[in-house]
Structure formats: C-alpha cells, structure tokens
C-alpha cells in the first residue's frame, strides 16, 4: 500500500505531475495560460506562494487601472447633492446594486443591497434592527439560533438579541436534520425567530445544503419544527461566494452578509447585507444618520424615515468610490475567468489535489504526515470549498505547534492562515478542545489571535490553506513541497491506495442553472396600441386645420432625429424609437447634459435590409442589424428612475461610439421581452415604454414654435441668439410635428386622430424651458 520515495530526492516537486494533474482534472484554469495570467494580472506575487484566500483574495492589475481611469476620466459628486457630478453618483451606485443583484440571479423586486463596511457591519445591522421580542404571559418570545460552525460575528448576535429578551440556542449541525420533524409547527404569527448558518464553513470549507434556507423557513427542520413563529434566515455568504455560485432563486434566504474583499481584494472596507424586500418590512432602526430621513424635527420627537430600503440603513454619505470600483472588480472577474463555476470547478481540484496528496504523506515509520479536518473526503464541490484546515504531526505522532509553521512557510515566503479563524465552534469540535480547556487555555495565558499555540501538549488551533481563482498549479507543488522538506521524516513514503481516490471524483459536472441562459426571443411586434391591429403613420391631414408635417424617429437615445414620411408603429410607439441608447463604462446612461457630441452621432434606419447604420463626423459609418443576435449580453439599466433589461450591441460597435466620444462607453439595446410601463397620471391605463422619457409619442404644434421664436427675438437681452423654427423644433426631440393649430391649442386637447389612429393626450410640463412657459409639446 505504501510507495517509498528515495531520501536523496532533490526535488520533491517531481512527485506532483502537472500533466498527471489535468489528465484527472479537465478544470484547470480559464481556456488560456494561467501563467501568462499570472504575469499580466499579479505579477507582484512571482516568488510567492499565496494560499489565504479565505482571509482574502487578490485582486488583478486590470481591475486597478479601470478604477483608476474611471475616477479619472469622471467627477464623482457627493450623491446627497443634486449637481450633475452627485447625480452621475447616484446612477452609477445604483447600476452597481442592480449589478450585485444579478450576480446572485435575483432582482430589484426581490432583494435590496445595503452597502455597509464589511459583512460584520452587514450581522451587525441585523442585530440592531430584527424584530426580537421578549417572552409574554401567553406566548415565548424570539429565538436566535445559530449553528456552532459560526463566525465570531454571527455568533455574537446574541448579545444584542438577549438584551432584548431573546432566547439564544446554539445548534451543533448534525441536529438540523437528525431532530427535524414530519409534523412541524405551523409557521407565522407575530414572534419572530432568526436562524443562522454558513452556507461555507470558513474553518473547514465545509458546504452547509443551501435546501436548509426554505426548511427553516417552513418549518421542517430543527430548531424551527419546535417553536412556532414566523422564521427567517441568515445565511452567512461571506466564505462561499469568493468561489461559489450563489442563486437566491434557489435558495430565498431573508439576510445575506457578505465582503466584496473576499470575491475581488478590492477594495477593503465594504461589504453588503441583500435583504429580501419582505423582511426588510419587519426591521426596526432606532439610530438615524444623514440621507436617512424623509423629514425630521430637531425640537421634537418627530421621524419619518426614507421610504427606500437602502436609503432608510445607509447612515451618511457611502463609501461611493469603493462602491464604483466594484463595476470594475466584475469587469475583471467575469473577463478573466468567464464565471463563477468556472472558479468553483478550478479552484476545488487544486484543494481536492492538495489535500488527497497531503492525506497520502508518511513519515518513515508509515506514521502520517497531517491531520486534516474536515467532513468529507472532497469528491463533491457542492459539499466542499476550495480550504483545507490541518495540523501536521511528527513522526511520534505529535502535533507540530502552527506558529511554527507559520514562521517556517513564512521563510519560504508561502502565506497560509493559522489560528481558529474566529470560528470557535469549529475549532473545538474538530481539535475536540472542551469549555474548560478554552477557559484553561485563557488562563494560560492563551488568547485569539496569539502564536501560542499549543497549551499542555494540545492544539490551540490549526493551519488553513485556501485557494483563489489565480491560484496555480505551481503553488500547489511549493507547499506540498515545504511539508516534505521541512516536517517529513525521510524517506517519504506515500498511501497508494489514497492516491487512487485522485481519479474517482466526477470532473464533469454541470454549470448551475442561474449561469445557463435561456436564449431571448427576439422576434419583433408591430402592433400598435390601437386595438392590437398593425399601424402606419404617414405625412398628412389630421383634420381639417392641421397637418401632420414631420415624422422624426430617434432610434439611439440623445442621438440625432431620422427623418421619414412614414413609419410603422410597434407596441410601445414608433418601431424602433428610442430602442438603443449609449452607456459609460459602468452602464449609466449617457445624455446630451453629459455628452453634447452624442448630437453628432446621425443614426438611420433601413427597414428593407433590416439595418442601423450609424454616421459621425470624423469616422467611418458603421453598420448593425436591427435585430440581436441570442448570444448578446444581458444587464439592466435605468432610464428615469425605471429599471430596463438591455443587451450590449458587441465589442465593435462599443469601439466605435468609445473612438468617437473620447471615453469607453457601450451601445446598449432595450431587450424586447422587457417590460417598462408608463408611469401613473401621465395618462389612462398603462402603456409599455421604449427608451423614451415619459411617454410613446412626442408631439410638437408649429405655432407654438413660431410664438416662442417671436418671444426670443424680441428679448435682446436674453444671450440666446436667433433660432429658425426647425432648430427649435429640434432642440424639443418631438416625433410628431403638426401645423394649423393656434399657439398652445394642444394644451386643452384630450385625444388626438391621425388617419385611423387614435391617441390619448396628457400635458407633460418641462421645468428646464427657456422663459418658463408651458412647453407646449404634448405626450400622446
């Protein structure tokens, strides 16, 4: 059973085979040369052997400099202003929430992100704001439950839920199910209840079934089959999603904690709390901070809190710029890896490699080499993260003290983790340290975090190694290599039959279902508004005193008009109005307020070759088909306080308006299975909206024009020079201009018939026109 190996051996790196390794393991890397990764991306790690990812991960060059461009090119604002650069703030936060919301496949109408300073500020807030309630005559009060493979962090919830009556239980893991009941409680009430679990141990990398979230929460497993209440869940993300897919689809928990350090290694100092919406109801928040309040009174105890859930806990101005540089933490991370599978799937066979050779080492006397800790033998990752947690033994079989580890890897400049992690729980059931020895090991003089590391022959802790997505397999050979070298009593002898365990895992799995995407259908409507029947607009009578005398379509948002004599109609106005619009490099809509050459860029339409052809001073026309292909990119946007699904229109065309306008920007299309509705009071029932501002239609009366172009005319004084009415009409982007009617007659009109077509009429009034008239173009 046993192989020995020559005492001489000069390297022992020869033992660890790269092409043995991806023969059994066909997830290595990212389709390219992990090598060339490591040299573009972290070359200030060459002569280091990194392996903390769980305390955290490294972040890539790439994602540095795109930060750094950014705030560059850009003023960020304070978002609590309203001037241009605080709006540019606001927006491009928001794009990041929506961002955070889609990398765990879930939504703005499900969860709300609160940026906080760490996934410990993130437990905290729930500590302060869950609803817990102390024990009445006629019912129990909250339980706080959490298992004990916990964080320090989460574990101490329970010092802010006892001090408002909660009851605390601890709950050792194998009791979740082995005590659950066929016949729970039935849930709901007024009491509320938390339960608490890592869907990643930190200690072992241990993953907890994510199924656990909706048990709890219908009452089926222990603790929540025993007390009846309304349960919810916090699960601890943390450790998971540096590695891992999270899909909150599957698994709805209430309160997700986590730290975007752990996922990219930048920036440091923020993390989140995704709170479902219908549990962000039930939180309560005594302390208010600036941009908290809808209204307060300073003389009186008077409080009206935000009415948007992120605002309401956000106290103060946010970490703003960190914030932005996520945008580029998940340009960089999708970029180079290409998904979070792809990670898990790299990143568990460098762990199950390592741990299967660490398992087989043998001193001479066939004693082994490490103790590893953990629950199971790696064949799963779904059961399992890329960490392994262990303690090496000599050949008498005695522990080898971690400091000394720590300080030995450290001459060989190979960084691992040593300690308990600040998962006490763990730490004493995998070392079997009991409740005295921890107070023994105090009065010994031992405390968290010290290099003391053994206490009457007994380990205080352990060593962790853990595995990021840039990790090699050459730091894989550089620390098996420092075991053998420093703590293997010669010769080395390894477990054959362990190494067998190398080719029994399944390294074929499937990519889980929220990274699988339905391909969009794209097919195109044409119906119009008007009992669903196909409409064309044509130059023309309207009635008898007006005349529909322009049809302007504006197929890229912001972007000059396409003049036509007629035009179908789709299902949310024009066909192809406003469908496109251009976006900056963390996917904020670019205006002619931002951007004033965006009114250079002339787009045109062919509906007979199905064709975009975009034109710009200064460079080569550019062509696309109107319609995407399915493989496009999918995000979402946000176009006047209204979410909208998009789809990015390619690299190339990204290049051209980028060329054009001096920065990097995308050209984004509303994705047709998007629904945006017009907003309330704006008219009768609800229409569906293209990219437009408010409305489907845009109309513009001539004798308005005429009578504002009089007004300019006749004040010398007001620096705006002469317009001729079509550069008048112009600047009011109508689709529709008519002529025949008195000045301002469109203001009392309530519906309008073109042709056959009928519309509804609703008065939009613009505060941004010059002499603060009435704008006198209609919405309709």
Same mark, same amino acid.
Not at 64 to 74: E, L, M, P, S, V
Not at 82 to 92: A, M, V
Not at 221 to 247: E, H, I, K, N, T
Not at 519 to 538: C, M, Q, R, W, Y
């Given at each position: 059973?046993?192989?020995?190996?020559?005492?001489?051996?000069?390297?022992?790196?020869?033992?660890?085979?790269?092409?043995?390794?991806?023969?059994?393991?066909?997830?290595?890397?990212?389709?390219?040369?992990?090598?060339?990764?490591?040299?573009?991306?972290?070359?200030?790690?060459?002569?280091?052997?990194?392996?903390?990812?769980?305390?955290?991960?490294?972040?890539?060059e790439?994602?540095?400099?795109?930060?750094?461009?950014?705030?560059?090119?850009?003023?960020?604002?304070?978002?609590?202003?309203?001037?241009?650069?605080?709006?540019?703030?606001?927006?491009?936060?928001?794009?990041?929430?929506y961002?955070?919301?889609?990398?765990?496949n879930?939504?703005?109408?499900?969860?709300?992100?609160?940026?906080?300073?760490?996934?410990?500020?993130?437990?905290?807030?729930?500590?302060?704001?869950?609803?817990?309630?102390?024990?009445?005559?006629?019912?129990?009060?909250?339980?706080?439950c959490?298992?004990?493979?916990?964080?320090?962090?989460?574990?101490?919830?329970?010092?802010?839920?006892?001090?408002?009556?909660?009851?605390?239980?601890?709950?050792?893991? #194998?009791?979740?199910?082995?005590?659950?009941?066929?016949?729970?409680?039935?849930?709901?009430?007024?009491?509320?209840?938390?339960?608490?679990?890592?869907?990643?141990?930190?200690?072992?990398?241990?993953?907890?079934?994510?199924?656990?979230?909706?048990?709890? #929460?219908?009452?089926?497993?222990?603790?929540?089959?025993?007390?009846?209440?309304?349960?919810?869940?916090?699960?601890?993300?943390?450790?998971?999603?540096?590695?891992s897919?999270?899909?909150?689809?599957?698994?709805?928990?209430?309160?997700?904690?986590?730290?975007?350090?752990?996922?990219?290694?930048?920036?440091?100092?923020?993390?989140?709390?995704?709170?479902?919406?219908?549990?962000?109801?039930?939180?309560?928040?005594?302390?208010?901070?600036?941009?908290?309040?809808?209204?307060?009174?300073?003389?009186?105890?008077?409080?009206?809190?935000?009415?948007?859930?992120?605002?309401?806990?956000?106290?103060?101005?946010?970490?703003?710029?960190d914030?932005i540089?996520?945008?580029?933490?998940f340009?960089?991370?999708?970029?180079?890896?290409?998904?979070?599978?792809?990670?898990?799937?790299?990143?568990?066979?460098?762990?199950?490699?390592?741990?299967?050779?660490?398992?087989?080492?043998?001193?001479?006397?066939?004693?082994?080499?490490?103790?590893?800790?953990?629950?199971?033998?790696?064949?799963?990752?779904?059961?399992?993260?890329?960490?392994?947690?262990?303690?090496?033994?000599?050949?008498?079989?005695?522990?080898?003290?971690?400091?000394?580890?720590?300080?030995?890897?450290?001459?060989?400049?190979?960084?691992?983790?040593t300690?308990?992690?600040?998962?006490?729980?763990?730490?004493?059931?995998?070392?079997?340290?009991?409740?005295?020895?921890?107070?023994?090991?105090?009065?010994?003089?031992?405390?968290?975090?010290?290099?003391?590391?053994?206490?009457?022959?007994?380990?205080?802790?352990?060593?962790?190694?853990?595995?990021?997505?840039?990790?090699?397999?050459?730091?894989?050979?550089?620390?098996?290599?420092?075991?053998?070298?420093?703590?293997?009593?010669?010769?080395?002898?390894?477990?054959?039959?362990?190494?067998?365990?190398?080719?029994?895992?399944?390294?074929?799995?499937?990519?889980?279902?929220?990274?699988?995407?339905?391909?969009?259908?794209?097919?195109p409507?044409?119906?119009?508004?008007?009992?669903?029947?196909?409409?064309?607009?044509?130059?023309?009578?309207?009635?008898?005193? #007006?005349?529909?005398?322009?049809?302007?379509?504006?197929?890229?948002?912001?972007?000059?008009?396409?003049?036509?004599?007629?035009?179908?109609?789709?299902?949310r106005?024009?066909?192809?109005?406003?469908?496109?619009?251009?976006?900056?490099?963390?996917?904020?809509?670019?205006?002619?307020?931002?951007?004033?050459?965006?009114?250079?860029?002339?787009?045109?339409?062919?509906?007979?070759?199905?064709?975009l052809?975009?034109?710009?001073?200064?460079?080569?026309?550019?062509?696309?088909?109107?319609?995407?292909?399915?493989?496009?990119?999918?995000?979402?946007?946000?176009v006047?306080?209204?979410?909208?699904?998009?789809?990015?229109?390619?690299?190339?065309?990204?290049?051209?308006?980028?060329?054009?306008?001096?920065?990097?920007?995308?050209?984004?299309?509303?994705?047709?299975?998007?629904?945006?509705?017009?907003?309330?009071?704006?008219g009768?029932?609800?229409? !569906?909206?293209?990219?437009?501002?408010?409305?489907?239609?845009?109309?513009?009366?001539?004798? !308005?024009?005429?009578?504002?172009?009089e007004?300019?005319?006749?004040?010398?004084?007001?620096?705006?020079?002469?317009?001729?009415?079509l550069?008048?009409?112009?600047?009011?982007?109508?689709?529709?201009?008519?002529?025949?009617?008195?000045?301002?007659?469109?203001?009392?009109?309530?519906?309008l018939?073109?042709?056959?077509?009928?519309?509804?009429?609703?008065?939009?009034?613009?505060?941004?026109?010059?002499?603060?008239?009435?704008?006198?173009?209609?919405?309709?």
């Amino acid at each position: 059973l046993f192989i020995v190996m020559a005492s001489h051996c000069p390297d022992y790196k020869e033992i660890y085979r790269f092409d043995h390794f991806t023969e059994l393991w066909e997830h290595y890397g990212y389709g390219g040369d992990m090598q060339e990764l490591r040299l573009q991306e972290f070359g200030r790690v060459k002569g280091i052997t990194y392996l903390d990812h769980a305390g955290t991960t490294l972040f890539p060059e790439s994602q540095i400099k795109g930060f750094y461009q950014d705030i560059a090119r850009n003023i960020y604002g304070n978002p609590h202003s309203l001037n241009p650069s605080s709006k540019l703030t606001h927006d491009t936060v928001e794009r990041v929430r929506y961002r955070i919301l889609e990398h765990f496949n879930t939504s703005p109408e499900e969860y709300t992100v609160i940026f906080t300073a760490g996934s410990t500020a993130a437990l905290r807030l729930v500590a302060d704001s869950f609803p817990w309630s102390p024990p009445a005559a006629e019912e129990p009060g909250s339980s706080f439950c959490y298992l004990t493979d916990n964080h320090t962090s989460v574990v101490g919830i329970r010092g802010a839920a006892a001090k408002l009556g909660a009851t605390t239980l601890p709950v050792l893991p #194998q009791h979740v199910e082995t005590r659950a009941r066929d016949a729970p409680w039935a849930t709901g009430g007024d009491v509320c209840h938390l339960f608490c679990y890592p869907a990643q141990s930190n200690f072992s990398g241990r993953k907890y079934p994510l199924s656990y979230v909706k048990g709890i #929460q219908g009452g089926r497993l222990y603790p929540a089959c025993d007390r009846q209440g309304q349960w919810m869940v916090l699960l601890d993300a943390a450790s998971f999603v540096s590695c891992s897919s999270l899909d909150l689809q599957e698994c709805p928990a209430d309160f997700i904690p986590i730290s975007f350090y752990k996922i990219f290694g930048f920036p440091t100092g923020l993390g989140a709390l995704l709170v479902r919406n219908r549990a962000a109801v039930l939180l309560r928040k005594g302390y208010f901070g600036g941009g908290t309040a809808a209204a307060y009174l300073a003389e009186e105890d008077y409080f009206v809190p935000a009415s948007n859930v992120s605002s309401r806990f956000e106290d103060g101005t946010i970490s703003f710029l960190d914030i932005i540089s996520l945008h580029h933490g998940f340009d960089s991370l999708y970029r180079i890896t290409g998904s979070m599978f792809k990670i898990q799937m790299h990143t568990f066979g460098l762990a199950r490699y390592t741990y299967i050779h660490l398992s087989s080492l043998l001193h001479c006397n066939k004693q082994p080499v490490a103790q590893i800790y953990c629950e199971n033998d790696f064949q799963d990752p779904s059961r399992q993260g890329a960490i392994i947690n262990f303690n090496l033994l000599n050949s008498h079989g005695s522990v080898v003290g971690y400091s000394l580890v720590d300080r030995l890897a450290s001459l060989f400049n190979i960084h691992v983790r040593t300690g308990c992690f600040c998962n006490t729980g763990a730490c004493q059931i995998f070392l079997g340290i009991s409740d005295q020895n921890i107070k023994h090991n105090l009065e010994a003089g031992h405390v968290c975090g010290d290099n003391i590391d053994l206490v009457d022959g007994r380990p205080t802790g352990s060593v962790r190694v853990s595995f990021g997505y840039m990790t090699t397999f050459e730091d894989c050979q550089n620390f098996l290599s420092f075991v053998v070298n420093c703590f293997v009593d010669k010769p080395l002898r390894m477990h054959e039959e362990r190494l067998t365990h190398l080719k029994t895992a399944d390294s074929s799995p499937r990519s889980p279902t929220s990274e699988r995407h339905n391909a969009p259908d794209l097919t195109p409507s044409f119906t119009s508004n008007l009992n669903g029947e196909e409409g064309v607009i044509k130059n023309g009578q309207i009635k008898d005193s #007006q005349t529909l005398t322009n049809i302007f379509i504006y197929p890229i948002k912001s972007c000059a008009a396409f003049e036509v004599s007629e035009w179908p109609l789709g299902n949310r106005g024009l066909q192809y109005d406003r469908t496109w619009m251009v976006v900056n490099e963390n996917g904020v809509c670019l205006s002619q307020k931002r951007e004033p050459r965006l009114c250079l860029i002339q787009p045109s339409i062919s509906l007979a070759s199905n064709m975009l052809h975009i034109q710009a001073p200064g460079m080569m026309s550019i062509s696309m088909p109107l319609e995407d292909p399915l493989e496009m990119k999918t995000s979402q946007s946000k176009v006047c306080g209204d979410r909208v699904q998009t789809v990015d229109c390619g690299d190339e065309v990204a290049s051209w308006f980028s060329g054009f306008l001096g920065k990097p920007c995308h050209l984004i299309r509303q994705s047709p299975e998007s629904t945006r509705d017009m907003k309330k009071g704006l008219g009768q029932g609800m229409t !569906s909206l293209s990219l437009v501002n408010e409305a489907q239609y845009l109309l513009i009366n001539r004798a !308005s024009v005429a009578l504002l172009q009089e007004c300019i005319s006749s004040s010398p004084d007001s620096g705006l020079g002469t317009f001729d009415a079509l550069q008048l009409i112009k600047r009011f982007r109508a689709n529709l201009v008519i002529s025949g009617a008195c000045p301002f007659e469109e203001d009392d009109w309530s519906n309008l018939k073109i042709g056959e077509m009928l519309f509804q009429v609703s008065l939009s009034r613009d505060a941004e026109l010059v002499l603060n008239q009435d704008s006198g173009w209609l919405c309709v």
